[in-house]
């Protein structure tokens, strides 16, 4: 935003002036591109970040429910095995 003071000399600045005027408005719009810019990357930095923790958080569920559905796996192995015992030894024990 140019000064009111500015302004109000406008008249009297002459083209060097007006040059210097329009120069100074483009350095301030170009310090406000690079500054968005500047957020714009922090922003994809923080994003980059919270996908990295995510995928962690998915690959060490992952690695949690392949050992569960192992570990029930072999129960139901072993349960089948003792159930399939049992049932030997009441056949036994009704032969007898």
């Known amino acids: 935003m140019i000064p009111a003071d500015l302004l109000a ?3 009297s600045l002459g083209i060097a002036g007006l040059l210097f005027i329009m120069w100074w408005l483009e350095r301030q719009d ?3 591109t690079v500054d968005g810019l500047h957020d ?3 922003y994809a930095r ?3 970040d919270l996908n990295r923790n995510l995928l962690d958080i998915v690959q060490t569920n992952t690695a949690a429910l392949t050992t569960l559905r192992d570990e029930l796996q072999a129960h139901r192995t072993i349960e089948r095995e003792w ?3 049992i049932a030997r030894e ?3 024990l009704q032969v007898d």
């Open 9 to 11: 000399q406008l008249p």
């Open 30 to 32: 170009r310090v406000r």
């Open 40 to 42: 714009a990357l922090q």
């Open 46 to 48: 923080q994003l980059a």
């Open 83 to 85: 159930w399939e015992r």
């Open 90 to 92: 009441l056949g036994e």
